[in-house]
């Protein structure tokens, strides 16, 4: 199962260096727009850092940071649910993130152990 973790924190990391106009629009409004793209990579390099650390001898403190950035990137998903802007994506996709959460943050907790 850490592996499946593993690669899903990776190819999510990386998709933020693909794609960073989509990451870009769900950062809420109350940021900065110059500070936007910079949060885009950094949270993107840091998801990248945190799944090559599970697979290393700094696991603990690599799903500790997981748990961090986790919380911290939330408010994303919650501006990405309530914003019309994102009414091409389905909602039961936008609100269905937002449950989702917990148990990612519990699938990350395992490996603090």
Known sequence: MKYLLVAFLAISGIMHFIKPKFFKAIIPDYFPSTWRLPLVYWSGFFEILGAIGLVSPYQN??????????????????????????????AWIRWGRLPLQLPLLYWVYQYTL
């Open 61 to 90: 403190e690599a799903a500790w940071g997981l748990i961090l950035l986790l919380v911290a990137v939330f408010p994303a998903n919650v501006f990405m649910a309530y914003n019309s802007r994102f009414s091409h994506i389905p």
